[in-house]
């Protein structure tokens, strides 16, 4: 018999009063889900990432720090920059990172921390003066007629060595200040790297690397996951003859494909040396985020050799010390693209998932995290709108009063969640979706049922289901139509024993409201939460003949 757990006050109890180990968060399985585990206790990152320039200035925060917990969050991405942290080589201050904790710590929020190191969004601009200027020791990506670019090369060893030693003290500074506390929970390992705007490098270094032999830890790697490989890359490398050997024009073909690959090769080698030389100091988990392709386009003309959809194979091969990779998402193909970054050896996490103000934002965090188990979800400039959090804050309200029951239910097949899907060009598939959660298929519709008809407010909705007993499920969000039928042997027909709004106050209990019935569940045949209004209700149902 499966067993329902009791969460609740006594969890929270429990927690606060376990003493505190030195260790750093750390990933951890759930049936099919990895969570993050802070101190022992696995953690959802409701969470929003700062604007660029925001947690430059301790002052400029200031404001933002009590309106972004009373907006819901519990995480919020931070950028640490190398310029910074050691403006003088080998002379570090931490005291932007200190005031981030500190602050954090006073508002009882946690942090990423998004290292703007080698690279942020594909250029070198965040990195000291001290290395700007020096071309010789640290030498730029250069373009085909050997004009440099603001990229520095990932091929020069000065650069890897002084951005590690950046980024171990870093984790060394982290560990000193917050290794009992656990206020920072992971970081982001440089920001957005891709190669603009030709594929690859043209420097000395990388012309003589490119016409060298293809490693054999990546050719290793396709033939030991020659049938999980994601298809593009399937169809490159067998269209060239599964070659084993040869330079990366013959293993990968003669055009810009490889130069992509080869490219994406030495930023995962470069992003894995940065990890593994962070992780020995502080063993904290760490991902690289990614700037998606618009379809189309080819090599060099959108950020390079990322660990887009089409090189997560080359980043799995070339950087195993890095957690997981992570998607940005400004397209509104959403759906689609979370559906390639979750795989069994990548957890989801959306570090940018759009700007916060987007409508369609808090319909992707719960598909994000209850259809696909997510980490955590965080929208881009989220201090833009902390003092007018609309639709996001009321549905991080429900995420948080929700969080202990999805923590239970991820990766253990109690719970899924929906929003009608967004294809690339922006046209909606409004269609109902049907699951089955334990013994009973839901159909989950976008419209009102009565007035079956796509409004402007369609593409937002969004909904949860999540099974917390034989016959009971909380069913949360808004502008969602529910109909049910039992699964299985026994009576053919599903009615409602019951439905109550109410929601869980600060101890996890649930405070029951009004008792839906009549037209709050159109005479019993449905569960119904009314677009604009996100709310929990609590329902059982019951099987009849
Ligand atoms: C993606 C980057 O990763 C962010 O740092 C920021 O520059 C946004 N784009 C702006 O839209």
């Known amino acids: 018999m499966m067993q329902w757990a009791k969460i609740g006050a006594s969890a929270a109890a429990l927690a606060i009063a376990a003493a505190a180990q030195a260790e ?31 947690a430059s200035s301790a002052a400029y925060m200031a404001p933002h720090w009590k309106r972004l917990k009373a907006m819901h969050l519990n995480t919020v991405l931070a950028p640490v920059s190398w310029e910074l942290i050691e403006p003088e080589e080998g002379r570090f201050d931490f005291s932007s990172v200190d005031a981030l904790i500190r602050d954090a710590r006073a508002n009882d929020l946690k942090l990423v921390i998004l290292w703007f190191g080698a690279w942020k969004n594909s250029m070198s601009t965040y990195v000291p003066a001290w290395v700007k200027r020096d071309q010789g020791r640290f030498p730029r990506a250069r373009l085909p007629n050997g004009q440099g670019v603001e990229i520095l090369s990932a091929m020069a060893p000065a650069t890897l060595e002084a951005d590690q030693r950046a980024f171990a003290a870093l984790m ?22 891709g190669m603009l705007p030709v594929a690859r490098d043209y420097g000395a270094l990388a012309d003589a690397a490119f016409k060298a032999p293809v490693p054999a830890e990546l050719t290793t790697y396709l033939q030991q996951h020659r049938d999980a490989l994601v298809p593009q890359m399937k169809r490159l490398w067998e ?48 991902y690289v985020n990614v700037a998606l392709n618009r379809p189309g386009r080819l090599p060099g003309e959108y950020p390079s050799g990322g660990p887009l959809p089409h090189l997560i194979d080359i980043w799995k091969a070339g950087a195993p010390a890095i957690d997981f990779l992570a998607p940005d998402i400004y397209f509104p193909n959403f759906v689609d693209i979370v559906n390639i ?97 334990g013994n009973y298929r839901f159909t989950v519709a976008f ?11 369609t593409g937002n909705a969004a909904g949860i289901i999540i099974q917390t007993g034989p016959e009971d499920y909380l069913i949360a969000g808004q502008g969602i139509t529910v109909t049910f039928a039992p699964v299985g042997a026994g009576p053919s ?27 709050q569940t159109y005479q019993g045949r449905h569960i119904q939460l009314p677009t604009g209004d996100f709310q929990i209700q609590k329902v059982r149902l019951y099987r009849y003949q």
């Open 341 to 437: 970054y979750k795989r069994p050896d990548n957890p989801l996490f959306v570090p940018e998932a759009n700007n916060a103000d987007h409508p369609q934002v808090p319909g992707n965090a719960f598909y994000a995290i209850g259809k696909l188990d997510a980490i955590g979800f965080g929208p881009f400039s989220i201090e833009s709108i902390d003092e007018k959090p609309g639709a996001l804050g009321e549905a991080y309200d429900l995420l948080e009063q929700l969080s202990p029951h999805i923590l239970a239910a991820q990766g253990v097949g109690r719970m899924s969640a929906f929003r009608p899907k967004s294809l690339y060009d922006e046209t909606l598939v409004q269609e109902p979706v049907t699951e089955t959660i």
């Open 172 to 193: 060394a500074h982290i560990k000193a200040v917050d290794d009992r506390q656990n206020t920072v929970l992971m970081t982001q390992v440089e920001n957005e790297i």
């Open 24 to 54: 750093p968060p750390r990933l951890v399985r759930q049936g099919s889900a990895t969570q993050i585990s802070v101190q022992g206790k696995p953690m959802l990152l409701i969470a929003g990432e700062l604007g660029n320039s925001s």
């Open 493 to 519: 027909l599903a009615g409602i024993d019951s439905a109550w709004e109410g929601h869980f106050d600060a101890h996890g209990t649930w405070i029951a409201g009004r008792l839906l019935n009549g037209d």
């Open 239 to 286: 269209e060239q003859g599964s070659r084993t050997s040869g330079t990366w024009s013959e293993v990968f073909g003669p055009g810009h494909a490889a130069e992509e690959i080869f490219t994406a090769w030495h930023y995962a080698r470069f992003a894995d040396a940065l990890a593994r030389a962070g992780k020995a100091v502080y063993p904290m988990p760490l």
């Open 447 to 457: 419209a009102d049922i009565q007035k079956p008809v796509a409004t402007p407010d």
